[in-house]
Structure formats: structure tokens, C-alpha cells
């Protein structure tokens, strides 16, 4: 029986007889024999970052770290130094990566963060290093006593290593999204079943239940329609399959980096940050920053997945022998979109559309906004019902707002927009037995699906720009479209040999 299976059947027939750790160690001591030991997977800009924000939480060991690449200064960032400035704070090193040019990140940077940290901060601990690897496989296979794994790399491994890990025993919390195909999603959904693991992904930042009160009290009368929209993407958006075949970097595994996805000549346009912009790889802007504004949303009322997907994507040409023509680009996002999903009546809510805006495209300035002199923001979320309109939690016009909570125009108005993210405790205390996640990987799920949903919308359109293809009608009980089954190909990925998935 390995020790995180004896933790878990012993604890409760213990605990009133076993002297208690922290009375033996001091105020806030916490044994290693009651840390969560964790295997941390990508160790990137981001997972650098949210490394850095998990090493001081006591009850987590980070034993083992993986990436493809071993260590590198080429990744791509939002600014030139956060990374190294992060770091140097951290590890308050002011002369760290003195020598370096460039965005550093790769498993040599995490291994080396965790050890300085461990090493200064739990030196009376009997801490024995952190191993490092290029293949999550060899992690799983050889760190036989994990508790958990975090996952922090691009999102067409995210189901391929959460199952890996999940089928091992582990507990999982993962950057968003949950996968990027509705074949990955469902299969996720049913091996977190299946395992009872603890789970956690890490878009999630609490409800709309203040949004959802508003709108059963009658505020904007009967919802009709839910607008979305983003400046993303704030990365290039290529229109074009690079032809040109730069070296591998050194210590970099383009094998394992691709992963599930069938091969192909590296390039630096597919990895870092650029990634989110391919379908193979990532789930464009909406996977990116969807998870965020609606799962709070999906959560609060309860919705589940659409009947119809009617997804716009912007339009590219071309100049071939003095010609201008369409540009088909169905192996990339657009660079920006519309989509509209059509939900049925669910619960206590009549039919509704949901519409999504990306790459700078959003709805209209409503009335009610120019009444206060002002234009509707870059981003944003907005209720629309048959009496009036919610806008990022907030009734407008103003005097509305203050109308509904009672107050003066001379008085503060201070609205609750949702009940926070709860950081990492939320899920730790998971880990260790407590009350699932609210952030848990079955409640993303019909979100998650909605939002690849959308993506197979925007691959079918994108096809044969112009055409006559119609909105997809969605069986979700049957995972199929109905009125265009060449599109269902776009469920599933194509899979490379030897990395193919499946449940228990």
C-alpha cells in the first residue's frame, strides 16, 4: 500500500489517538509525511509563474519537475524581464540570471527555482532534491509515491497527461482548458468519475450568483441573450503553414512537445505563446479566456450545452498570379470572430442566445451605456432581458443600479460580482480530503464543451469561406452534429501512433 493510500484509509481512525504534528513541531509545522507531494508538468513563462505562487504553501512538496525543454532563454512573454524580475523577488536574488538573454524558462529553471526556495526556506526538513524530467511517462512511471500532479502546458496535452495521472491515482489541477476537442472533454469527465480523484482547474473564479439573483428578482424581466467578448488575441495569428524549417533548439524534444499530434517540422510559430492560435494545438481565444467570464456563469445558472453553434469567423485573401482571391485558413483560428450558440429552455430560464466576440469585435454601445456618457468597454459580459440590461454586474443606465439597491446618487454603490477564486487553498484542501473543488473538473464540463464546440463552428465555416454551410445542430446526448456530419471529424484530434486515448 503506498503512502497516499494509507494517508486516506487511516486518517479518520487515527485522529483520536495519534498526537497531532504540529504539536510536536512548533506552531505551523507540518511533517513531510503530511505533505501533499507533487509532480509539476510545464515549466514555462506560466508555469514559472504559478510555481512561484504554490512553492511557499506548506502542505505541497514539489518532488519532481518535467518539460520537453530542458532550459532555454526563447520564450515568449508580456514583457521582457517579468520572469527574471519574478525570480530574482522569489528567490530575493537580485544578480539571478545575470547572464542570461532573453526569457528564460524550461525544467532546469523550475528544478533550480524549488531547490534554492526548499533549500533556504525548509532547510530542517529532510528534503532530498527535486528530480527533473522531458517525459511526463517517466515521471509517472518512476515517482511511484505522488499525491498529485499540476499540469501547466499547451492545451492539446491537457487531456492526454490529466488521464495519464488520473489513471496513476493522482489528483490533478490544471491550467484551462479542460482539453480542446468534446471527445477529450468527455473522456476527461469520465475517468474523474471513474478514479474519484480530486480535481481542480484554474480558471476558476468563483459564480455569478449576485448576476443570477439579480435576474430571478426580475431586473432585466426575462433573460433573452448573453453577450461575451475579448480583445484576444494578444498573440500573431498566422494565416499561413510555416514552410521554412529552423533547427530543433538544443535540449528541446519536439517529439514529446507534439505529443498526440501527428508530426510535423518544428517551428518556433507553434510553441510558447503562440500556440492558443492553431486548432492542433490550442483553443483560440475563447479557450483562453471564456473559461474565465462564463464558467462563472455556466456555474451560477446551471446551463448546460447548446443546441446550435452559427460560429463567423473574419476573412482572409490572397494574391496568386496578379489575382486576388478568398484565403481558405481552416488549420488556424481566425483573427477574429462571432458565434452564436442557441440554448433551449432549461430550469427556471426561457431560450436564449449566447454570443461570443473576439479579436476586437463586440457588440454595440447599448442606450442605456451612452445615457451615462460612456461606450462599452474592450471587455466585458452583458445580461440582456426583454425589461433592460446587466453590464459586468451592474444594472444600466446607473440610476437603474441605484434604483434596484436602494440607494442615493451621493451614496457609494459597491457591487458583489462573484465570490472569488479562493487561490490555491481551494483545491489543496481538496487534495487532502476535504469538499471537491467548486473548481473541479466536472463542474467545467459543459462549459468546456461549449467552448470546443464553438472552435469545430469556426473550422466548418472557415472551410469554404462564402458558402451556404449552416449552423451546426448539436445532439449532446449523442455527441453528434445532426444536419452536417462532416463536421462531427472535428470532435476527436487525429492521433499519432502510440498516443492514442481511452477511458479504464
Known amino acids: 500500500m503506498e503512502r497516499r493510500e494509507f494517508l486516506g484509509a487511516t486518517a479518520a481512525a487515527f485522529a483520536a489517538t495519534v498526537v497531532p504534528r504540529h504539536v510536536l513541531g512548533g506552531a505551523g509545522f507540518i511533517a513531510p509525511s503530511d505533505k501533499i507531494t507533487m509532480g509539476y508538468i510545464g515549466c514555462g513563462t506560466q508555469g514559472i509563474r504559478e510555481m512561484i505562487s504554490l512553492l511557499p504553501e506548506e502542505d505541497i512538496q514539489i518532488v519532481a519537475v518535467c518539460d520537453p525543454n530542458k532550459r532555454s532563454t526563447n520564450y515568449v512573454d508580456w514583457s521582457k524581464n517579468g520572469i527574471r524580475n519574478s525570480i530574482r523577488n522569489f528567490l530575493e536574488n537580485p544578480s539571478w540570471g545575470e547572464g542570461l538573454d532573453g526569457i528564460p524558462g524550461g525544467r532546469d529553471i523550475g528544478k533550480e527555482i524549488v531547490e534554492t526556495y526548499y533549500a533556504k526556506n525548509r532547510a530542517s526538513e529532510s528534503y532530498h532534491g527535486c ?134 517540422p518544428y517551428h518556433p510559430h507553434y510553441t510558447h505563446a503562440v500556440f492558443r492560435g492553431w486548432y492542433d494545438f490550442g483553443g483560440g481565444s475563447m479557450a483562453d479566456m471564456g473559461n474565465y467570464s462564463l464558467w462563472p456563469v455556466f456555474d451560477a445558472f446551471g446551463f448546460g450545452t447548446p443546441i446550435r453553434i452559427d460560429a463567423n469567423p473574419s476573412t482572409d485573401c490572397q494574391i496568386v498570379d496578379q489575382v486576388s482571391t478568398s484565403k481558405i485558413i481552416d488549420f488556424a483560428f481566425p483573427k477574429a470572430c462571432t458565434i452564436r450558440f442557441k440554448f433551449a429552455a432549461q430550469g427556471k430560464y426561457p431560450a436564449f ?77 481538496a ?35 462564402g458558402s451556404n454551410t449552416p449552423p451546426l445542430d448539436w445532439d449532446t446526448q449523442n455527441m453528434q452534429f445532426t444536419n452536417l456530419p462532416e463536421a462531427n471529424e472535428f470532435l476527436h484530434r487525429e492521433y499519432r501512433e502510440g498516443w492514442e486515448l481511452k477511458g479504464i
Request: net charge negative.
Open 353 to 429: 442566445d449566447l454570443h461570443w466576440y473576439d479579436g476586437g469585435m463586440k457588440p454595440p454601445t447599448p442606450p442605456e451605456l451612452e445615457m451615462d456618457n460612456k461606450v462599452i468597454p474592450r471587455e466585458g459580459t452583458m445580461f440582456v432581458g426583454d425589461q433592460g440590461k446587466i453590464l459586468n454586474g451592474q444594472l444600466i443606465p446607473e440610476k437603474r443600479m441605484r434604483e434596484y439597491l436602494g440607494i442615493g446618487e451621493d451614496e457609494t454603490m459597491d457591487v458583489r460580482r462573484g465570490s472569488g477564486s479562493g487561490g490555491n487553498r481551494i483545491w489543496i484542501e
Open 431 to 465: 487534495f487532502k480530503g476535504g469538499p471537491p473543488s467548486p473548481g473541479n473538473f466536472l463542474n467545467a464540463k459543459a462549459v468546456t464543451e461549449t467552448i470546443a464546440l464553438g472552435s469545430v463552428g469556426l473550422r466548418v465555416r472557415s472551410r469554404e469561406e
Open 131 to 264: 528530480a527533473s524530467y522531458a517525459d511526463f511517462r517517466e515521471l509517472l512511471e518512476k515517482e511511484t509515491d505522488l499525491d498529485a500532479v499540476k499540469i501547466m502546458i499547451p492545451d492539446h496535452l491537457h487531456a492526454t497527461i490529466s488521464i495519464a495521472a488520473m489513471k496513476k491515482g493522482c489528483h490533478v489541477v490544471m491550467h484551462k482548458p479542460l482539453a480542446n476537442r468534446v471527445y477529450e472533454a468527455r473522456l476527461i469527465d469520465e475517468v474523474t468519475r471513474q478514479t474519484g480523484v480530486a480535481t481542480h482547474l484554474s480558471a476558476w473564479r468563483g459564480t455569478s450568483d449576485a448576476i443570477r439573483d439579480m435576474i430571478l428578482d426580475g431586473a432585466i424581466g426575462s433573460l433573452r441573450e448573453i453577450h461575451d467578448w475579448t480583445n484576444r488575441p494578444v498573440w500573431p495569428q498566422y494565416t499561413d503553414i510555416p514552410t521554412d524549417t529552423p533547427p530543433i533548439p538544443k535540449d528541446f524534444d519536439w517529439d514529446l512537445w507534439l505529443g498526440p499530434v501527428p508530426h510535423r
